[in-house]
């Protein structure tokens, strides 16, 4: 059974770093095709992906975030996390952890989400 | 910038048959896009219904199906049901980055 759980912080400031963890279960980030990306939803608009890593350690960004998003990740921990600098009220919104793999397409499975609010 | 587009929105009449699509912009849509599909009801996370143009996940009704469809990757609902009417978003590949659709919002009237 594959799980997925985002923390983080629910509030942060303009111009902080929002650093995000996903931990995850059921599955191995060293298995050959799989990957955990991070996808966000502002309120009331669409989904937007941020960021991939892949078993392989390949990483991708949103090519409009590129310099403000970092994602690693901990195989032995089984966990993913993003950090994302110069934080924006624009940047509020709620933040998903998803799973990848060759079987199964992207993000078969999701967390349940974190909100984040951006505020001063 | 790749933009993924999808119909902002579409009405359907329960028991009727109605297609999403979804156009990027960089060219025809192929299976080397690798089209996913999503369907999002409020207050939940999405929930995957198909993956590589045409594959069903274990839990994806029968009624929901993949395809590409006049150079879009398409998904068909038939036989809808009033459960149905959500959000759907289209997901495609793009050498190791995806980019998700701006949604259809779907109603079932």
């Known amino acids: 059974q594959i799980t997925l759980e985002e923390s983080g912080p629910t509030l942060v400031k303009p111009t902080q770093t929002l650093t995000l963890t996903c931990i995850f279960s059921g599955f191995s980030l060293s298995t050959n095709g799989v990957g955990v990306g991070w996808i966000r939803q502002p309120p009331g608009k669409a989904l937007e992906w941020l960021a991939l890593?892949?078993?392989?350690?390949?990483?991708r960004y949103r090519p409009s975030l590129k310099s403000r998003l970092t994602i690693t990740k901990d195989t032995s921990k089984n966990q993913v996390v993003l950090t994302m600098t110069n934080m924006d009220p624009m940047d509020t919104a709620t933040y998903f952890c998803?799973?990848?793999?060759?079987?199964?397409?992207?993000?078969?499975?999701w967390g349940q989400g974190t909100l984040v609010t951006v505020s001063s | 910038q790749t933009v993924v587009t999808q119909e902002p929105s579409l009405t359907v009449s329960p028991g009727g048959t109605v297609t999403l699509t979804c156009a990027s912009s960089t060219g025809a849509v192929t299976s080397g896009y690798y089209p996913n599909w999503f369907q999002q009801k409020p207050g939940q996370a999405p929930r995957a219904l198909i993956y590589s143009t045409t594959n069903k996940h274990s839990w994806t009704p029968a009624r929901f199906s993949g395809s590409l469809l006049g150079g879009k990757a398409a998904l068909t609902l038939s036989g809808v049901q009033p459960e149905d009417e959500a959000e759907y978003y289209c997901?495609?590949?793009?050498?190791?980055?995806?980019?998700f659709g701006g949604g259809t919002k779907l109603t079932v009237l």
């Open positions: 997901l495609l590949y793009y050498g190791g980055a995806v980019v």
């Open positions: 998803a799973h990848r793999a060759y079987s199964s397409g992207y993000f078969a499975y």
């Open positions: 890593i892949y078993w392989d350690d390949d990483k």
